[in-house]
């Protein structure tokens, strides 16, 4: 009975169609948002912190609008009618003789298969891998 | 060489199921950009006003780590999911402090976009008027053309009923959801794949891509 091609064939439909339920049963959105590592810059100037903003949402999102004078922010492209499943911000603003970037991202999971921590995380490593033209003075967390 | 064919065929058949029941996702629409500074004032300042204003519209403010002066909070989850968000970031400025806000809200999914959430957040900080919230449209009655929100039978099976919402989401009785999108009367449903479908000229049927539709209504 077992090895029968009708008991197969059964066997195969249960199994074909479990797997089509699975894959057509929408798994509810969910927004995740975090506050990434602010990065303290010191000697520099805010046209650092605003090119390594820019280059920093380009490389790990798409192109970023700056919305005020030191504020970017990107939202992934996607064409409509889908919607963008990650966006993320980061903010510049002077600090003593340098200055200081905040970060914050946003992910709707699924389909975001990243978590904003980790868009923030990784945002984070392209801001400090954009070297600025004079040295990276970059670091981790408050005021030097 | 039979064995051989019936992976193929069931690797086939797996990604067509994927393929077409992969259903619409809401995604992310993001407000920045208003930035407040205050020329006296310390963070601590800035955080009992940040925890407030975040409360005031959203639920359980809390500090990334005490005295970061960086705050986060989610609105009440609908069905259990977050859909709304916010961070105010508060930083030293010589004697005072700057602060700035971040808002991300769902939508699909939402009856207010980021833009309105930031502006009141920002506003309940700084001490401006403020506004209510949008909240659900209530479903419209009758027929109508400029929008497809109510509830569609399909005409090829009645147990089929596609409810649409005002903030553009679909769902069906078996809980798949998707997206509808109407320019004209050119409908956009994704729902186990994208289909074009025409909305009749008095709104009550819409068909095309093999597919057809009648409104409650």
Request: net charge neutral.
């Amino acid at each position: 009975m077992a090895g029968t091609p009708h008991y197969r064939l059964a066997l195969f439909t249960v199994a074909f169609g479990a797997f089509a339920v699975l894959c057509t049963t929408a798994a509810p959105a969910a927004l995740d948002m975090a506050i990434g590592d602010k990065k303290t810059v010191s000697n520099q100037s805010d046209s650092d912190c605003n090119t390594r903003a820019q280059a920093a949402l380009t490389s790990v999102l798409a192109r970023p609008d700056e919305i005020n004078p030191g504020e970017w922010r990107a939202i992934a492209k996607v064409e409509p009618p889908a919607t963008p499943p990650q966006a993320a911000s980061i903010h510049c603003f002077p600090d003593g003789n340098g200055y200081t970037a905040t970060f914050e991202c946003a992910v709707e999971i699924p389909p975001s298969a990243m978590s904003a921590a980790d868009l923030c995380s990784k945002l984070g490593a392209a801001f400090d891998a954009k070297q600025s033209a004079y040295g990276s003075n970059a670091s981790p967390g408050g005021k030097k | 060489m039979i064995a051989k064919r019936r992976v193929v065929t069931g690797i086939a058949l797996a990604a067509l199921v994927f393929a077409i029941a992969a259903p619409a996702r809401a995604g992310v629409d993001m407000n920045t950009g208003i930035r407040y500074v205050y020329n006296l004032g310390s963070i601590a300042d800035c955080g009992v006003k940040a925890k407030a204003a975040l409360n005031a519209y959203l639920q359980n403010a809390t500090e990334k780590t005490p005295g970061s002066g960086e705050w986060l909070a989610y609105a009440k989850p609908t069905n259990g999911q977050n859909t709304a968000a916010a961070v105010i970031q508060c930083g030293t400025a010589g004697k005072g402090y700057f602060v700035t806000f971040t808002c991300a809200v769902q939508k699909p999914g939402n009856s207010f976009d980021a833009d309105a959430l930031c502006l009141n957040i920002a506003h309940n900080f700084s001490g401006k008027t403020v506004t209510t919230l949008a909240t659900p449209t209530p479903v419209p009655s009758g027929c109508s053309t400029t929008n497809l929100v109510g509830t569609w039978v399909s005409d090829s099976n009645s147990k089929l009923v596609l409810t649409m919402d005002t903030e553009g989401g679909l769902s069906d009785p078996d809980g798949v959801s998707g997206n509808w999108y109407l320019v004209g009367t050119t409908v956009t449903l994704t729902y186990y794949g994208n289909k074009t479908l025409t909305l009749s000229a008095d709104g009550k049927h819409m068909s095309g891509s093999g597919a057809s539709y009648t409104r409650k209504c």
